[in-house]
């Protein structure tokens, strides 16, 4: 009995902090969600505080019906006290009130929570972006200066940039980190670390900088395009560049750059061929195909529908007529 007293005075409560308390915009909200995804504990206490404070902040039309009963029920009072009614009026007056004031109150409730799990599902999807992942993946390297090539091709070659494969074999200490060989022709070098293309962090060459994602890419696609807003579509193009001019010191220069951008469309193309046996890029994005499942199950939970029975259908097969 005290457990059930318990869970509904937590229910009352958690209802009534959706109509009272600070209201967010929705850039906030996002800003929030976002923050506790990317967290490695994931809160549960902090998704809920998100979960209400997200409810609570938005609008919803039938807002107004229940604005609308509370003057009703003050207009009631006020006639009620300056008119002698007798008390059982008074008293269906105040359950028919009441009645409409709860059922409006859990129907706003419903639809705050609904609206609030829409836009939810949108944050959600929006992870599916390539674009997105790839920006997450650039910000999360922070890298903390200048990025510095060690090594330089031994010897000249005359080749075309469509002559060169850059193989990424597995690096059984740091899979983020695969280690390099570069094939020319029928030649090819020996192991090589990634600090020798400037593709590691200056301060800590166990760790990768940006343009070594962006090699990734190259290797699993061979192109990429950026749709993300201005400021981070110019950042993105600073780091290919300085990708390509890295590529141009290490190889030498040739007529045209290894990786070119498309005027018209704005996608990157790099001609040298990029071979990663590590398939690290696939697993990056299969992570997060994982995660936005997770995430919208533990969110955006389904409800399932009650399905219901006609009685008149379930009395005629009873009887034995479709046996």
Not at 13 to 22: K, Q, T, V
Not at 29 to 42: A, C, G, M, P, Q
Not at 130 to 139: A, D
Not at 197 to 224: D, M, P
């Amino acid at each position: 009995m005290l457990v059930f007293i318990k869970y509904n005075i937590e229910k009352s409560r958690n209802l009534i902090s959706l109509f009272y308390g600070r209201r967010y915009i929705r850039k906030d909200i996002s800003k929030r969600f976002h923050n506790w995804r990317k967290s490695k504990e994931r809160s549960n206490l902090e998704k809920n505080t998100i979960i209400i404070d997200g409810t609570r902040s938005q609008y919803t039309e039938q807002f107004k019906n229940w604005k609308w009963i509370i003057i009703q029920a003050v207009l009631w009072l006020a006639i009620s006290i300056k008119y002698d009614f007798q008390p059982i009026i008074n008293l269906m007056a105040f359950f028919t009130i009441l009645n409409q004031f709860i059922q409006n109150i859990y129907s706003i409730a419903q639809e705050k929570r609904q609206i609030f799990n829409t836009f939810i599902t949108q944050e959600i999807l929006n992870m599916h972006s390539f674009s997105n992942l790839l920006w997450e993946e650039i910000s999360a390297v922070k890298n903390d200066g200048d990025i510095i090539i060690t090594k330089k091709l031994a010897k000249s070659i005359e080749f075309e940039w469509t002559d060169i494969t850059i193989e990424m074999l597995p690096n059984e200490y740091n899979n983020e980190l695969p280690f390099l060989r570069i094939h020319i022709g029928n030649e090819k070098s020996e192991i090589l670390n990634p600090s020798s293309l400037g593709l590691v962090k200056s301060s800590n060459h166990k760790e990768q900088n940006e343009l070594f994602i962006l090699l990734k890419i190259f290797g699993q696609y061979g192109r990429l395009i950026f749709r993300g807003h201005n400021t981070q579509k110019r950042s993105i193009d600073v780091l290919i560049r300085k990708l390509s001019q890295n590529l141009i010191f290490y190889f030498g220069e040739k007529d045209l750059d290894p990786i070119q951008q498309d005027k018209e469309t704005g996608s990157w193309e790099c001609f040298i061929n990029v071979d990663d046996k590590t398939n690290c890029w696939h697993e990056i994005e299969q992570e997060r195909n994982k995660d936005i499942a997770l995430l919208l199950e533990s969110w955006v939970p389904l409800t399932e529908e009650i399905e219901k029975i006609d009685k008149r259908e379930e009395s005629y097969r009873m009887k034995g007529y479709e046996w």
